[in-house]
């Protein structure tokens, strides 16, 4: 098999294989810098110059600083996602968690408390009103 090369000595590419084309993204960062860059450049053909060299297009440094004179890369600069959690709350949260868990402890122990004292109660009046029958009955 032959291996078939285009200009510069690359193969090429393979025609079974088709090639997706990926958006291209840009960080903050770099928006700003290149946009700090172009502002920077003062002799004609400059920004042109730093375009070609960055692989960028008009249009890319004219909604750049659109979007860092709204405020808008200040914004996506910052990290993404949640922010990290604070040890006290997780600390509140975890206390909160020991005090329901003790006062549903608490509950369950003045039931029981409360279910003895009736037992107690019924107890006694049992006792009393076999003691009172006892006597009666060992009397006739």
């Known amino acids: 098999m032959t291996n078939i090369t285009t200009n510069g000595g690359r193969p090429a590419p393979d025609p079974e ?3 997706r ?10 928006k700003l810098g290149i946009v700090r860059e172009a ?14 060299r960055e692989g960028l297009y008009t249009s890319h440094l004219t909604y750049w600083r659109k ?6 890369l200040e914004a996506l600069a910052r ?13 509140i949260t975890e206390l909160e968690r020991r005090l ?8 369950r122990a ?10 107690s ?7 009393e009103t076999k003691g009172a029958i006892e006597p009666q009955s060992c009397a006739s």
Do not use: H, M, T, W
């Open 17 to 19: 294989l088709v090639e």
């Open 21 to 30: 084309a990926q958006r291209r993204r840009y960080s903050a960062q770099y």
């Open 39 to 52: 502002d920077a450049c003062s002799e004609p053909g400059e920004v042109g110059a730093l375009l070609r």
């Open 67 to 72: 979007q860092r004179d709204a405020g808008a």
């Open 79 to 91: 990290r993404r996602g949640r922010k990290p959690a604070d040890r006290r709350d997780a600390r």
């Open 100 to 107: 329901e868990r003790a006062e549903g402890e608490l509950e």
């Open 110 to 119: 003045r039931k029981v408390i409360e279910v003895q004292g009736n037992v």
């Open 121 to 127: 109660a019924l107890l006694g009046d049992l006792l």
